[in-house]
């Protein structure tokens, strides 16, 4: 008798749980687990499951762990409800850690399982974990259905892996809305918008009805690409469909309006929708803080508050992006207060925000203070405090922060990598910068167009074009940074030809260009003296491509104009020039006079340098060169008393090298000993023996007998006869010194 009254009992207590964990009510569900252990009823592993899908539903932690600890038996079902009760509530790695255990326990996941598992694995970006999922997916043969599909098409896009996810979905024979949702917010999520567009266009084609998710990712691509007319196009669609109401698809829309300048059709969107959801209102103050309006952005809080409005979180991140632009402090403490004031302070991405308002401020000292007190510091905390002291130049202590944050278990994204890549760009540091390029290859980041973009900046800026323009013709998908990085890396190394050449080939792409290209096309044709080229462009931007000037443009021509001996021409240039010229152009005008000997132009310059910054040792000196060369004596004298009496001095330059992975620093009349050796004696021993020698045969005599790479490779690039050009005299002494050992 008692064994037929089992089932009914369990099936009764399983619907009982089941209407508490749906109803919310956590007390009763507490209450019916105690009457049952007082009254000491043995619960099966039916009961036991739903009692530990209500826990998992309350997110009561220790509950769930306590339950599962305690239960005699366990079956799939148990540890599917627990994998993805871990994964729900933020602990996916513990997830990912109880499928391996249950695994080695002899049981057989099914596709419950692996959907926790996988959506574990795509919060936290473990690829490999992942991967490993896939693989026993397929050698066990499990049912590949659609909800399995689209959970690996996420998975592998959160892991910014979309060739992995591009072959997943392709597999699927008949992909539904989440399986092109999934696949479209995945490029669109890691910066292949364009690409992601043609999904857009694909899934259209297929039939696809659109929704509320695909239309935010397809916006976010117009916006990110600044596609004013497809995002009309889009706007229409979304208006047929009837879901220009969604909030999500209205933020959408105000962020793409805003990224095209057009904050008329922004606010239009803004006054046509409910406006009691603080969505509205944080994308249009989001807008505005894009476009640099950061009043209108700081003046619309003000009419939210006024409004009776509660500002959400992501309020706060708009709005600290704006204090940390016009770099006004007080009132970021203020808003610090008043986010802690309404509790805000636990989201972990509003820590972020407010580290990264500190970084930006360049506050490093409060940035690290509130760094510390972080108590659930992600990825991104760590990125914000990174990028903290690169921006400010402090690179050692950039490289100490991530040396910890990978001792703390944290995997870099590709905003890491971008990040390291930056630091080893500012030094620079080729052997860094390779490193760091072997890690990014591992997870497959290098195809990431972001990525991409930094190592082709980074090798430029190491002087390797070479390799920047095999990273840049490998990248399956170019956005402007990417043709912009190499364009401009080519122009700064003074390869005019190559520079315009990229330019030329982005138009023939159907790339729009921007103010940094025509800043790169100008410098390149300044490094070479194509005057007639260079004024051809700049008149191009402003009348073809509808591009104002800035200082920047001006200071390119003037410098163009100047250094080919048409001084009086830069200097009309900078008198009809709509802007007031700042110490730069001034200086590029001085440096042309000081190279053509125009003495009358030259002292204006200088003194318009002065007026701008009194204490500029430069102009000082290239004032004093200039009566020197005219034989103006008193004229000089009364320039070294001037420089004397403001206690001016010509700031030291410094060159330096990397080796073991560590950068030592020379400068003029330098005596630093290197690995014991005194560079000086070295170079005195060197300077005989240069001369005994032979140029030509003397640099291959020492490469044969050291095997040092650096030598080919200058020979290489510059030719024999100017073999010394890519290095100092104590450059090259390191180098001797370092072949030796």
């Avoid at 809305?177 to 918008?193: F, K």
């Avoid at 669609?237 to 922004?266: Q, R």
């Avoid at 073999?723 to 050992?741: D, E, H, P, T, V």
Wanted: aromatic share 10%; net charge neutral.
């Amino acid at each position: 008798m008692h064994s037929t009254n089992i089932r009914p009992l369990s099936t009764t207590l399983s619907r009982l749980l089941r209407l508490c964990r749906d109803t919310k009510c956590i007390l009763q569900g507490r209450a019916v687990h105690a009457h049952l252990i007082t009254s000491g009823s043995d619960l099966d592993v039916y009961t036991n499951n739903h009692m530990l899908a209500m826990y998992v539903k309350f997110n009561r932690l220790m509950d769930v762990y306590n339950l599962f600890d305690k239960m005699p038996e366990r079956n799939v079902i148990t540890w599917s409800v627990l994998i993805s009760g871990y994964s729900q509530m933020g602990m996916p790695e513990k997830a990912v850690n109880f499928l391996g255990m249950m695994v080695y326990d002899g049981f057989e996941p099914n596709e419950y399982t692996y959907v926790g598992a996988l959506s574990a694995c795509a919060l936290v970006g473990g690829a490999k974990a992942g991967k490993e999922i896939h693989g026993r997916i397929y050698r066990r043969g499990v049912e590949f259905n659609s909800r399995v599909s689209n959970c690996l098409i996420n998975m592998y896009g959160k892991c910014r892996l979309l060739e992995s996810a591009k072959v997943v979905f392709d597999e699927n024979l008949e992909p539904n809305s989440i399986s092109w949702t999934s696949l479209l917010s995945s490029y669109i999520q890691g910066g292949e918008n364009e690409e992601g567009m043609k999904i857009f266009v694909k899934s259209q084609r297929a039939g696809l009805v659109i929704n509320e998710f695909s239309c935010a990712s397809i916006l976010s691509a117009c916006a990110a690409l600044e596609d004013l007319k497809i995002g009309l196009q889009i706007h229409s669609l979304i208006v047929k469909c009837g879901l220009d109401f969604d909030k999500f698809v209205v933020s959408g829309l105000i962020n793409l309006y805003a990224k095209c300048g057009e904050m008329g059709l922004a606010n239009r969107v803004f006054s046509e929708v409910d406006q009691s959801h603080s969505s509205s209102w944080t994308a249009l103050i989001g807008g505005y803080v894009q476009l640099g309006k950061n009043k209108e952005a700081i003046d619309l809080y003000l009419k939210l508050h006024a409004a009776g409005q509660k500002p959400s979180e992501r309020t706060f991140l708009s709005l600290l992006g704006a204090f940390a632009d016009t770099v006004d402090v007080n009132a970021g403490k203020q808003l610090h207060s008043l986010i802690i004031r309404l509790g805000f302070i636990s989201f972990t991405f509003v820590g972020n925000a407010i580290l990264d308002f500190y970084s930006k401020c360049e506050l490093l000292g409060e940035a690290s203070k509130f760094f510390e007190e972080i108590n659930n510091r992600d990825v991104v905390s760590w990125n914000s405090i990174i990028c903290g002291h690169v921006r400010s130049g402090q690179h050692e202590k950039a490289m100490d922060l991530l040396k910890n944050m990978l001792i703390e278990g944290h995997n870099p994204n590709m905003y890491t990598y971008a990040g390291i890549l930056s630091i080893c760009s500012h030094i620079p540091s080729i052997e860094w910068g390779k490193q760091t390029h072997c890690r990014i290859i591992k997870p497959q980041l290098d195809s990431n167009v972001v990525i991409g973009s930094s190592l082709i900046d980074m090798y430029s800026k190491c002087g390797r074009l070479s390799d920047a323009r095999k990273i840049f013709d490998r990248l399956n998908s170019k956005n402007l940074v990417s043709w912009n990085t190499i364009l401009v890396g080519y122009a700064h190394h003074g390869f005019a030809k190559q520079a315009l050449d990229i330019f030329h080939l982005m138009l023939t792409n159907g790339v729009k260009p921007n103010n940094i290209t025509f800043l790169g096309v100008l410098t390149a044709c300044g490094h070479v003296g194509f005057v007639e080229e260079g004024l051809s462009n700049y008149n191009s931007m402003i009348q073809d491509h509808g591009i104002a000037p800035s200082l920047d443009h001006l200071a390119s021509m003037v410098d163009l104009l100047a250094r080919n001996g048409q001084t009086r021409k830069a200097y009309e240039f900078i008198r009809t020039f709509p802007m007031e010229p700042n110490k730069v152009v001034w200086r590029c005008l001085l440096s042309g006079c000081k190279t053509y000997r125009d003495l009358d132009l030259g002292k204006y310059a200088a003194e318009k340098i002065l007026s701008i910054d009194p204490e500029d040792t430069s102009a000082h000196i290239v004032l004093y060169n200039l009566y020197a060369e005219a034989k103006m004596w008193d004229e000089m004298a009364r320039v070294r008393s001037l420089m004397k009496e403001k206690e001016l001095k010509k700031e030291t330059g410094y060159s330096w090298i990397e080796l073991n992975g560590k950068m030592h620093t020379f400068s003029a009349g330098c005596l630093t000993d290197f690995q014991a050796t005194n560079l000086r004696e070295v170079l005195e021993m060197l300077t005989g023996q240069f001369v005994d020698l032979s140029l030509r045969g003397g640099v291959y005599w020492l490469q044969v007998l050291f095997g040092i790479p650096e030598f080919e490779a200058n020979i290489r690039t510059h030719g024999v006869d100017s073999m010394g050009s890519g290095f100092s005299k104590q450059q090259l002494i390191i180098l001797l010194i370092r072949a030796s050992y």
